[in-house]
């Protein structure tokens, strides 16, 4: 590849990126509190739950329908332990908590994950979907936890203060812990863990020969994707102060992967991308008459759209600008497979089944 | 088990010696826990011998319909590898449909919300049969629409099905509200029929639902068993690309199996409709049960759609019942349960085999 292709095509990531992640810092500065709360704020939380699914789906092959489940049970353990209507009458400081939650839904993961590592490709959608589901049930059912109605009121640490009249602190909250992820899961990649991880990506058998543990690897990296679904979901409960069953709903379900869809599920970035138009859109039509309550049917025939015409999501789409102008600045065409993350928007799908 | 005990014994010792000592004792876990299981349900039954009768039909006739509903999806996926996400939803509108044509016809009379209200025979046979249809072409035109051209694209294919049911869940909402009622069932049919050597009755079409389930079974294995399109499904289920190339129209057979599995789906509907209620929670209900259902018995296996839609169905209604007082509404949890003893021995399912 010529060198200027290679700066184009950099460019092209780096400065969005760039631009984006210094909106972001100044945000509270240039958006009303409103829209830095019910849409930013939001939208860095919905992205962390994509993230969890797309770092699943983009690295290690796993496309989870089970990771809104996981944020749930996060959820539901934190708002359990300390004061608020509805749910255990335990009230404990809200930061043990907090820890509990994340804890607790990570032994879920690993468990769930230990059930279904065993199973590839659309068995293991099949069976985190089910799985996430029945979870919905149960916190539906078990009013000792839950019930329908749900925890309210959840007691928060201070430091996250009002999200209504005072939404910076739980905004740049959300931003370091999403910035975090980004940090940790691009750092995951490049170590001997992160590589094995893809390896059972692309060829489980083939690892298998070489020695590795594939299902504890496949577990493991589950285990994971809980850690990181738990931080939504104790930033979800912290930004509603409350939880409820249709929090964890098949329909949250669909949303978290359609931001992931919307975005793009080879491409971690997608997450937050996918997120914010996700959050921007449902803002925006609200007040639509035409859309009015059918936000839904909306949603759906754009994630249809972005299925069948651009599998990658929106990151796919500029990942296509991209190469087309790098093309033609540089005055010939790029040697594809170009080096970094691109790799990844193959899909993954028809990874092989178990033999 | 096979031959005499002594020819027996040394053959046992060395299918032994190759089953590695976790797997040994995962298997031994999973018999503990279903022993467990079957001498409480023998002592409660045991206990009260009425409610363990009347328990035991409720779960037959639910696994009844369990099964018509599974046995779509579970054609569906084993002939196309298409999960299709919509199932629930087609179960779902299938359900309206009859209810709004139903009231059209009655007047409104006949309808009542969970009543046990009951209309002229053509008044309940016309809806279902217009309402099988119905769901039977939208099936139909959503894989010839959608799924037909990203055929083998396992995951395109599940989303799309997704963005379809996020669509239909929506567009029911706002056609039909979200009030739960019955189906009239058909004044043709007794309300209930006495049970044998005792002096329990039961209601009718629960017992009529069994029986259409039975019938649908052995229609679904006659054709696949004995039929010329039974022989080209069995023999695409193995290997498509040969069939075709046989000079088999197997779009043919694809578009046929799709709208045999959605009307299975819009049968299940009005049944279920008729014998519980139609909701717009179907849609997540019916999926999930189907997704258990072909997940314990393996995907695309009829004998392991009904296997599974018995193990539900009994777990289902014993579960609500037998459960130690003050834990009844822990009873998801046997669900779940049944589901981590299925994928812990076998993860693919009773019935299922490697693809």
Redesign the interface.
Same mark, same amino acid.
């Given at each position: 590849m010529s060198r200027s292709a290679l700066t184009v095509e950099r460019a092209f990531w780096w400065g969005p990126g760039l631009l984006l992640v210094l909106v972001l810092v100044l945000a509270p500065l240039l958006f009303t509190d409103f829209y830095l709360s019910q849409v930013i704020t939001k939208a860095l939380w919905l992205g962390i739950a994509a993230a969890s699914l797309i770092f699943l789906a983009a690295y290690v092959g796993m496309v989870s329908l089970g990771q809104v489940a996981l944020y749930g049970i996060a959820g539901f353990t934190m708002a359990n332990l300390v004061a608020a209507d509805g749910g255990s009458p335990i009230a404990w400081n809200p930061w043990p908590a907090t820890a509990v939650g994340i804890l607790a839904a990570v032994a879920a993961g690993l468990f769930i994950g230990a059930i279904a590592s065993r199973s590839y490709g659309i068995y293991f959608l099949m069976i985190t979907l089910a799985v996430g589901v029945l979870t919905y049930y149960f916190f539906g059912q078990v009013t000792q936890l839950s019930g329908f109605g749900g925890v309210n009121n959840v007691t928060r640490p201070d430091i996250v203060s009002n999200p209504v009249t005072d939404p910076q602190n739980l905004f740049y909250i959300a931003l370091g812990v999403s910035a975090a992820v980004y940090l940790f899961v691009r750092y995951l990649a490049r170590t001997p863990f992160g590589l094995a991880l893809q390896g059972v990506r692309d060829d489980p058998s083939r690892m298998r020969a070489l020695g590795y543990n594939v299902p504890l690897l496949r577990m493991l990296a589950f285990g994971l994707g809980a850690l990181i679904a738990s931080f939504a979901g104790i930033i979800s409960v912290w930004w509603n102060t409350r939880i409820s069953p249709g929090s964890i709903d098949l329909a949250r379900t669909i949303d978290v992967l359609v931001i992931a869809v919307i975005g793009g599920l080879y491409r971690l970035e997608g997450a937050w991308v996918g997120a914010f138009v996700f959050a921007a859109l449902d803002n925006w039509t609200r007040g639509l008459d035409i859309v009015g309550q059918r936000f839904n049917t909306v949603i759906g025939a754009i994630f249809l759209a972005i299925v069948l015409l651009s599998p990658g999501g929106l990151m796919g789409i500029w990942q296509t600008i991209a190469d087309f102008f790098s093309r033609r600045l540089s005055g010939r065409p790029p040697a594809r497979p170009s080096p970094g993350p691109a790799d990844e928007a193959r899909p993954t799908s028809d990874s092989p089944q178990p033999s | 088990m096979n031959g005499a005990a002594s020819a027996a014994a040394p053959d046992w010792r060395s299918r032994l010696a190759t089953v590695p000592v976790g797997q040994l004792a995962l298997r031994a876990a999973v018999a503990v826990v279903v022993a467990f299981v079957a001498a409480w349900v023998a002592y409660k039954a045991f206990g009260d011998p009425r409610t363990f009768v009347i328990v035991g039909l409720n779960g037959l006739t639910l696994a009844g319909l369990y099964f018509v509903v599974a046995s779509g999806f579970t054609l569906i996926f084993g002939l196309m590898?298409v999960?299709n996400m919509a199932h629930g939803s087609l179960y779902m509108l299938a359900g309206f449909f009859a209810l709004e044509l139903q009231t059209t016809l009655t007047g409104g009379e006949a309808t009542s919300a969970f009543g046990s209200s009951q209309a002229g025979l053509g008044d309940w046979i016309i809806p279902l049969v217009v309402a099988c249809l119905a769901v039977g072409v939208i099936g139909l035109v959503m894989q010839q629409l959608?799924l037909r051209w990203n055929q +083998?694209?396992?995951?395109?294919q599940? $989303? *799309?099905t *997704?963005? *379809? +049911?996020?669509?239909i869940? %929506?567009?029911t909402l706002?056609h039909f509200g979200g009030i739960a009622e019955s189906l009239a069932a058909p004044d043709a049919f007794p309300e209930s029929v006495d049970l044998p050597f005792s002096n329990l009755t039961y209601p009718f079409f629960r017992i009529f639902v069994l029986m259409v389930a039975i019938a649908v079974g052995l229609a679904l294995w006659g054709m696949i068993q004995r039929t010329r399109f039974g022989m080209i499904v069995r023999a695409g289920v193995d290997d498509r690309q040969m069939v075709s190339a046989l000079g088999i129209n197997i779009q043919l057979v694809f578009a046929s199996a799709f709208f045999l599995g959605a009307v299975l789906a819009g049968l299940g509907g009005v049944l279920g409709g008729t014998m519980i209620s139609v909701d717009k929670a179907n %849609?997540?209900q019916y999926?999930?049960i189907s997704? /258990?259902v072909? /997940?314990i018995g393996g995907?695309g296996s009829l004998a392991g759609a009904a296997l599974g839609a018995l193990a539900l169905g009994l777990v289902d209604s014993f579960g609500d019942v037998y459960l130690p007082a003050g834990y009844t509404?822990?009873? *998801?949890?046997l /669900?779940?349960g049944l $589901?981590?003893l299925v994928?812990?021995v076998r @993860? $693919?399912g009773l019935f299922g085999r @490697?693809?």
């Amino acid at each position: 590849m010529s060198r200027s292709a290679l700066t184009v095509e950099r460019a092209f990531w780096w400065g969005p990126g760039l631009l984006l992640v210094l909106v972001l810092v100044l945000a509270p500065l240039l958006f009303t509190d409103f829209y830095l709360s019910q849409v930013i704020t939001k939208a860095l939380w919905l992205g962390i739950a994509a993230a969890s699914l797309i770092f699943l789906a983009a690295y290690v092959g796993m496309v989870s329908l089970g990771q809104v489940a996981l944020y749930g049970i996060a959820g539901f353990t934190m708002a359990n332990l300390v004061a608020a209507d509805g749910g255990s009458p335990i009230a404990w400081n809200p930061w043990p908590a907090t820890a509990v939650g994340i804890l607790a839904a990570v032994a879920a993961g690993l468990f769930i994950g230990a059930i279904a590592s065993r199973s590839y490709g659309i068995y293991f959608l099949m069976i985190t979907l089910a799985v996430g589901v029945l979870t919905y049930y149960f916190f539906g059912q078990v009013t000792q936890l839950s019930g329908f109605g749900g925890v309210n009121n959840v007691t928060r640490p201070d430091i996250v203060s009002n999200p209504v009249t005072d939404p910076q602190n739980l905004f740049y909250i959300a931003l370091g812990v999403s910035a975090a992820v980004y940090l940790f899961v691009r750092y995951l990649a490049r170590t001997p863990f992160g590589l094995a991880l893809q390896g059972v990506r692309d060829d489980p058998s083939r690892m298998r020969a070489l020695g590795y543990n594939v299902p504890l690897l496949r577990m493991l990296a589950f285990g994971l994707g809980a850690l990181i679904a738990s931080f939504a979901g104790i930033i979800s409960v912290w930004w509603n102060t409350r939880i409820s069953p249709g929090s964890i709903d098949l329909a949250r379900t669909i949303d978290v992967l359609v931001i992931a869809v919307i975005g793009g599920l080879y491409r971690l970035e997608g997450a937050w991308v996918g997120a914010f138009v996700f959050a921007a859109l449902d803002n925006w039509t609200r007040g639509l008459d035409i859309v009015g309550q059918r936000f839904n049917t909306v949603i759906g025939a754009i994630f249809l759209a972005i299925v069948l015409l651009s599998p990658g999501g929106l990151m796919g789409i500029w990942q296509t600008i991209a190469d087309f102008f790098s093309r033609r600045l540089s005055g010939r065409p790029p040697a594809r497979p170009s080096p970094g993350p691109a790799d990844e928007a193959r899909p993954t799908s028809d990874s092989p089944q178990p033999s | 088990m096979n031959g005499a005990a002594s020819a027996a014994a040394p053959d046992w010792r060395s299918r032994l010696a190759t089953v590695p000592v976790g797997q040994l004792a995962l298997r031994a876990a999973v018999a503990v826990v279903v022993a467990f299981v079957a001498a409480w349900v023998a002592y409660k039954a045991f206990g009260d011998p009425r409610t363990f009768v009347i328990v035991g039909l409720n779960g037959l006739t639910l696994a009844g319909l369990y099964f018509v509903v599974a046995s779509g999806f579970t054609l569906i996926f084993g002939l196309m590898r298409v999960v299709n996400m919509a199932h629930g939803s087609l179960y779902m509108l299938a359900g309206f449909f009859a209810l709004e044509l139903q009231t059209t016809l009655t007047g409104g009379e006949a309808t009542s919300a969970f009543g046990s209200s009951q209309a002229g025979l053509g008044d309940w046979i016309i809806p279902l049969v217009v309402a099988c249809l119905a769901v039977g072409v939208i099936g139909l035109v959503m894989q010839q629409l959608f799924l037909r051209w990203n055929q +083998g694209q396992e995951l395109r294919q599940a $989303l *799309i099905t *997704i963005a *379809i +049911g996020i669509i239909i869940a %929506d567009q029911t909402l706002a056609h039909f509200g979200g009030i739960a009622e019955s189906l009239a069932a058909p004044d043709a049919f007794p309300e209930s029929v006495d049970l044998p050597f005792s002096n329990l009755t039961y209601p009718f079409f629960r017992i009529f639902v069994l029986m259409v389930a039975i019938a649908v079974g052995l229609a679904l294995w006659g054709m696949i068993q004995r039929t010329r399109f039974g022989m080209i499904v069995r023999a695409g289920v193995d290997d498509r690309q040969m069939v075709s190339a046989l000079g088999i129209n197997i779009q043919l057979v694809f578009a046929s199996a799709f709208f045999l599995g959605a009307v299975l789906a819009g049968l299940g509907g009005v049944l279920g409709g008729t014998m519980i209620s139609v909701d717009k929670a179907n %849609d997540t209900q019916y999926l999930l049960i189907s997704l /258990i259902v072909v /997940i314990i018995g393996g995907m695309g296996s009829l004998a392991g759609a009904a296997l599974g839609a018995l193990a539900l169905g009994l777990v289902d209604s014993f579960g609500d019942v037998y459960l130690p007082a003050g834990y009844t509404n822990y009873s *998801i949890l046997l /669900i779940f349960g049944l $589901l981590v003893l299925v994928l812990a021995v076998r @993860p $693919l399912g009773l019935f299922g085999r @490697p693809a």
